[in-house]
């Protein structure tokens, strides 16, 4: 194999395309959230288990995902997450045929370390495809497809799982047994077709790749530790780092969690008054607004520094939640869905000043990041449980909480220490063997 057919548009096609799919299955938890919080008739601490499952995915299966790829490389990799994935995928069948809330939950972990595995290995392995100078082009590109996923999957495949008329506690109470048995089991069921065509979808991408004639570029996933020996406690030495961490942690924590009381907030009479069927394709401007701020991020960082521009926006974002605490209708609901416009930048920008200046840290740095987004997965249980006791609409403090924390990171705990960043200098010149 020659370098030019690493370049390909039908590989890089391939490698964008996987990154559509896992932002697509992402943001169907929140179309999740709703359908079963009915069909178990859970409350939001409960339903929220749902994140909590996903993303605690991401803080378990991160570094035994690290070492997959270490061990057999990132094509492998890829195949290894998409099958995975599709694994998960199928166990909803199960179930929804139960159904158990459990097996749900299950189904949720396996797809979600699927997902995890994908991350480790796709990001890096799209960014080595083909020309180096064009490296971060095809990244971006990737990303924007992403968004693109988390954009259109609840639109369309939202309303099919959301189709059946939710029933409330007090109709509940006046069936049959058998008549709630039956209901639940209907509703249940609705995720099968849906979640099959994931599971089909997900196995021909992993057919594809092990047809596409790609390397394993198995030499570069390691090279960095041979050299140098590094703990994570010298890693988490530098501020910039240790406040990075807690950014992605809280960003990913407040993102996942407004998207998942969407449905539920709009359908309140007294903000939007939709079905959740309706309320399920208004995700498209929560999702979408995060992949045109990504477009208008980018250009506005070629004249404003990307620290500051991450404050700005986490700013915006505070207010658009306090108002949507403070209003009703139209006001409160668009307010909300505006957040995803100023989450676009956040994650990205997080990252990228976190391991500037980390030198042969960066690997560590980056494992300790993406672990982070256990953040997603603990946040919604806080949010959750101050939503069953004083409403979803003051819940929404939490995440509040979490973009001021993201405003002074932008402004003072992203600032890296000259003294480590020269301490750092003299580590990798004399590297410890």
Not at 36 to 45: E, H, P, Q, T, W
Not at 156 to 163: D, E, N
Not at 391 to 404: D, E, R, S, T
């Amino acid at each position: 194999m020659n370098q030019r057919q690493l370049s390909t548009p039908v590989t890089i096609a391939m490698i964008s395309l996987i990154f559509f799919a896992w932002g697509g299955m992402t943001s169907l938890n929140d179309v999740l959230i709703p359908h079963l919080k009915a069909v178990f008739a859970m409350n939001y601490a409960q339903t929220m288990l749902i994140q909590f499952t996903f993303f605690g995915a991401y803080f378990l299966m991160s570094l035994p995902s690290g070492a997959i790829v270490s061990r057999i490389g990132y094509k492998s990799s890829i195949v290894v997450g998409l099958l995975t994935a599709a694994v998960g995928a199928a166990m909803f069948y199960p179930a929804a045929r139960l159904p158990s809330y459990a097996v749900f939950l299950a189904a949720l972990f396996v797809l979600a370390s699927g997902i995890t595995l994908l991350q480790v290995a796709a990001n890096p392995y799209i960014s080595l495809l083909g020309n180096p100078a064009t490296s971060a082009s095809r990244l971006n590109l990737a990303q924007a497809l992403n968004s693109l996923g988390t954009t259109v999957f609840p639109f369309f495949i939202g309303p099919l799982i959301l189709s059946g008329a939710v029933l409330g506690a007090d109709q509940l109470a006046a069936m049959a047994p058998e008549a709630v048995a039956a209901y639940k089991t209907t509703q249940a069921q609705s995720v099968q077709v849906p979640y099959l065509l994931l599971a089909g979808g997900l196995l021909a991408m992993a057919a594809l790749v092990l047809l596409l004639r790609i390397p394993s570029l198995r030499e570069a996933t390691d090279a960095g530790d041979k050299l140098h020996h590094h703990t994570y406690r010298e890693t988490l030495q530098h501020p910039h780092l240790r406040w990075g961490v807690l950014a992605i942690f809280l960003y990913v924590g407040a993102e996942v969690s407004i998207g998942s009381f969407l449905i539920n907030y709009m359908a309140q009479p007294d903000i939007g008054g939709l079905s959740e069927a309706t309320a399920s394709r208004y995700l498209v401007y929560y999702w979408g607004g995060a992949m045109v701020g990504r477009f208008i991020g980018a250009a506005l960082m070629t004249v404003v520094d990307a620290r500051k521009l991450l404050a700005l926006f986490a700013v915006v974002a505070a207010v658009l939640l306090a108002t949507t605490m403070g209003t009703k209708g139209n006001i409160a609901m668009w307010s909300v869905l505006a957040i995803g416009l100023f989450n676009s930048i956040m994650f990205p920008t997080i990252f990228a000043s976190a391991i500037e200046g980390m030198g042969p840290l960066t690997g560590k740095a980056s494992s300790l990041l993406v672990m982070a987004i256990v953040g997603g997965a603990l946040v919604p249980m806080l949010q959750g449980g101050l939503a069953d006791s004083i409403g979803i609409q003051a819940a929404f403090a939490v995440p509040l909480v979490c973009y001021a924390y993201i405003a002074w990171y932008g402004m003072r705990g992203s600032r890296v220490v000259e003294n480590l960043g020269q301490a750092e200098g003299a580590a990798m010149a004399h590297p410890r063997h």
